[in-house]
Nanobody, 124 residues
Framework: QVQLVESGGGLVQAGGSLRLSCAAS????????MGWFRQAPGKEREFVSC???????YYADSVKGRFTISRDNAKNTVYLQMNSLKPEDTAVYYC??????????????????WGQGTQVTVSS
């Protein structure tokens, strides 16, 4: 069992930055693919980024070049550095963990554990 707790959300002006953190409890953190998803009001939850056990990272086209995912296995923590934020980035951001390395990293249904979410609001 893995528990995930996000932090770092808040209100920021367009063009600003935020860094989200996701602390994981439980064993074998380094063996999980760690992902970030977001959900805006009235929209489906969507893939933002993931780190595949530390060897590969992937990004949605909408955030590529602005967001950076990283992880610290010694601290059981994954981060999402968000720069050049836009109002359309406003959403609840969720951290998620996936056990199976080979399943689709962008699919919500493939993730086994989820955090409670943290709100990010970008004002124009």
């Amino acid at each position: 069992q893995v528990q995930l707790v996000e932090s770092g959300g808040g209100l920021v002006q367009a063009g600003g930055s935020l860094r989200l953190s996701c602390a994981a409890s439980g064993r074998s953190f380094s063996s999980y693919t760690m992902g970030w998803f977001r959900q805006a009001p009235g929209k489906e939850r969507e893939f933002v980024s993931c780190n595949m056990r530390g060897d590969s990272t992937y990004y949605a086209d909408s955030v590529k070049g602005r967001f950076t995912i990283s992880r610290d296995n010694a601290k059981n923590t994954v981060y999402l550095q968000m720069n050049s934020l836009k109002p359309e980035d406003t959403a609840v951001y969720y951290c998620a963990a996936k056990r199976n390395y080979y399943t689709d990293y962008a699919q919500v249904s493939e993730y086994d554990y989820w955090g409670q979410g943290t709100q990010v609001t970008v004002s124009s």
